[in-house]
């Protein structure tokens, strides 16, 4: 920008830098405060996640259209949360309401400013006043009435933080959570503070540069959540090429949910709200879109951390971890879902595809799906918001063999211990399903019975140690299609109906542990080992597996139940990621002696 009449794509650029450095630095303030519409702590950490994302993305260009574009389209890729998305989808009128030049005027700034306003508004299932939409109103109204003061265009904008502060200060009375807690909307004052970094820069050329810039922790929680949680999951999601209109899809989340947001259009949108039931959720939007980039949060493990942690060790697993969601919600275990992709829609295992849609989603697709490991950022936002409330955190996870997803939660982990200093313990488990999720029991246990960090660490090789699963394979096309079989040797195999029992060695690698013809069979050799290893050692527990096939691991695990004297743990449909290589009808025992 040469004058203050004219605004070009480099001046753009640094303004947002500014407005996003200033925010990033004040995200544990807009954390602390968060009450609305959930109290789960995460305002400050999802617009800043939503800044950080932008920053990463853009790179200066002269042109103020390219530049509104390009800052727009990043923001709607690394949205997160209410707040993050609502930001988003104002950059997102801001960016369609531009026409093509490479400087605009003050009064085409406030003009595309104002017109961004109904994008908003019409983004959201249910508009809520004395929130950001409201502020951000306030102050697009001010400057549009200002618009012909061209010469004082400066003076109108610091004129404008007044009208930013009286509007966030009217807030308070405007919801009466805030009224009762006696506090701003925290998503308003996050645009406000963008706005405050924005102005350091128009006034003195500042960007307020930010300790870390790569590390975005999740603050403590001093605020008390008396809200009932009424929508578990914050849900989120990109949709291309969607065959419906927006106002339909509003109405799909709206009837799942609440907190609806969606930004952008109908080539590419994306959508938040808040669900109970997120996998029957995908399972509606994948057939009119694909859906990239999902990101599910559970709010109510995010509270419990934040204020109801019944231990002051935390336990992280992925979902591989094969255990009932009783157990997972009673010891507070922390699940990170790994990625499953079919063809170019993108989900979350066990999250927003369970068992029965991936079951149905493998017998209509044309693709095999694929999976990718958790990235080491996910683990750095779970690490950070559980550092501000745990004293040690243990995290293992699915053998190192099969999945980079533990060297993620090391990385992680490394990271999270230096800017927070808290010990994290990463962990090989060296198993996988129910091997894992008995492995996760057996800590979850010992941190119930008081044992500290350091006694369940000395004992915690030899419980892995002491951890056998054998998976009994019903058919060999899943790992033929998945390249774990030679298409020869796997379809020789089924001519001669014979199953393989599959198991890990002491690494944690695959291996064959035997062969029968038929299932029945491959069940009976299992159970003969069992009994054969269990005349040495005494099971401490065991768990039933299966692939799709309750009815005949219900029956193996009577005749265990029976023959050993000890009820299983479960008997349990494995996560979509462990039943897309064992195959489906497979069925599995994991046990762990004492």
């Given at each position: 920008m040469n004058t203050m009449q004219n605004i070009d794509g480099r001046y753009l650029y640094f303004a947002f830098l500014a407005g996003a450095n200033k925010l990033i630095k004040n995200l544990n303030e807009l954390n602390r405060i968060n009450v609305y519409p959930v109290a789960d702590k995460d305002t400050g950490s999802n617009m800043a996640s939503t800044m950080r994302s932008v920053m990463d993305r853009i790179s200066p260009n002269v042109s103020y259209k390219f530049m509104v574009d390009q800052i727009a389209e990043a923001a709607q890729v690394g949205a997160r949360g209410?707040?993050?998305?609502?930001?988003?989808?104002?950059?997102?009128?801001?960016?369609?309401?531009?026409?093509?030049?490479?400087?605009?005027?003050?009064?085409?700034?406030?003009?595309?400013?104002?017109?961004?306003?109904?994008?908003?508004?019409?983004?959201?299932?249910?508009?809520?006043?004395?929130?950001?939409?409201?502020?951000?109103?306030?102050?697009?109204?001010?400057?549009?009435?200002?618009?012909?003061?061209?010469?004082?265009?400066?003076?109108?904008?610091?004129?404008?933080?007044?009208?930013?502060?009286?509007?966030?200060?009217?807030?308070?009375?405007?919801?009466?959570?805030?009224?009762?807690?006696?506090?701003?909307?925290?998503?308003?004052?996050?645009?406000?503070?963008?706005?405050?970094?924005?102005?350091?820069?128009?006034?003195?050329?500042?960007?307020?540069?930010?300790?870390?810039?790569?590390?975005?922790?999740?603050?403590?929680?001093?605020?008390?959540?008396?809200?009932?949680?009424?929508?578990?999951?914050?849900?989120?999601?990109?949709?291309?090429?969607?065959?419906?209109?927006?106002?339909?899809?509003?109405?799909?989340?709206?009837?799942?949910?609440?907190?609806?947001?969606?930004?952008?259009?109908?080539s590419s949108c994306r959508v938040h709200v808040h669900t109970n039931h997120p996998s029957e959720l995908f399972h509606q939007l994948e057939s009119f879109a694909t859906i990239n980039s999902p990101k599910v949060d559970d709010m109510l493990r995010q509270s419990e951390i934040s204020k109801n942690q019944k231990w002051k060790i935390g336990i992280v697993t992925d979902s591989t971890c094969d255990l009932p969601q009783e157990i997972i919600d009673s010891y507070q275990v922390n699940v990170m879902p790994l990625h499953l992709s079919f063809g170019d829609s993108q989900y979350l295992d066990g999250v927003t595809l369970k068992a029965k849609e991936f079951y149905e989603l493998l017998d209509k697709s044309d693709h095999f799906p694929k999976t990718s490991q958790i990235n080491e950022y996910t683990f750095v936002n779970t690490y950070s918001q559980m550092a501000q409330n745990y004293d040690a955190i243990i995290s293992i996870h699915l053998s190192e063999k099969f999945s980079g997803t533990f060297r993620s939660a090391q990385k992680a982990a490394e990271r999270v211990q230096k800017e927070l200093n808290i010990p994290i313990h990463v962990i090989n488990s060296r198993n996988v399903s129910g091997g894992l999720g008995l492995a996760v029991l057996r800590i979850a246990k010992a941190i119930e019975q008081g044992e500290n960090i350091d006694t369940i660490l000395s004992q915690l090789d030899s419980w892995l140690n002491k951890t056998k699963i054998f998976v009994s394979v019903k058919s060999l096309t899943a790992m033929i299609k998945g390249g774990r079989v030679p298409p020869v040797v796997g379809k020789f195999a089924m001519f001669l109906s014979i199953n393989p029992i599959v198991s890990l060695n002491e690494l944690g690698e695959s291996k064959l542990f035997g062969q029968a013809i038929g299932q029945k069979a491959n069940i009976n050799k299992v159970i003969k080992h069992v009994l054969n290893l269990k005349k040495d050692q005494k099971i401490w527990n065991y768990i039933i597996l299966h692939a799709n096939n309750h009815e005949v691991a219900q029956s193996f695990g009577i005749r265990l139940n029976d023959l050993l004297g000890k009820a299983p743990v479960e008997v349990i449909n494995i996560s979509p990621v462990i039943g897309m290589n064992a195959g489906e009808g497979a069925v599995a025992v994991a046990f762990q002696f004492e």
């Open positions: 209410n707040s993050g998305i609502i930001m988003a989808q104002f950059l997102y009128g801001l960016s369609s309401e531009t026409s093509e030049k490479k400087s605009i005027s003050f009064l085409e700034f406030v003009e595309s400013v104002q017109s961004s306003i109904p994008y908003i508004y019409e983004s959201i299932g249910t508009p809520v006043e004395g929130t950001m939409l409201t502020v951000i109103k306030d102050w697009s109204e001010f400057l549009y009435s200002k618009r012909k003061q061209l010469e004082e265009f400066k003076q109108v904008l610091n004129e404008s933080m007044q009208v930013l502060e009286t509007s966030l200060k009217k807030t308070t009375d405007q919801l009466a959570v805030l009224k009762k807690h006696n506090i701003v909307d925290a998503g308003a004052k996050g645009f406000v503070v963008f706005i405050e970094g924005v102005m350091d820069f128009v006034n003195h050329g500042i960007i307020d540069r930010i300790k870390s810039p790569n590390f975005i922790p999740s603050a403590t929680a001093t605020i008390e959540h008396l809200e009932d949680i009424n929508y578990r999951y914050c849900t989120e999601a990109i949709l291309k090429n969607s065959s419906i209109p927006l106002k339909e899809i509003k109405e799909i989340l709206n009837k799942n949910g609440d907190s609806v947001v969606i930004n952008g259009g109908k």
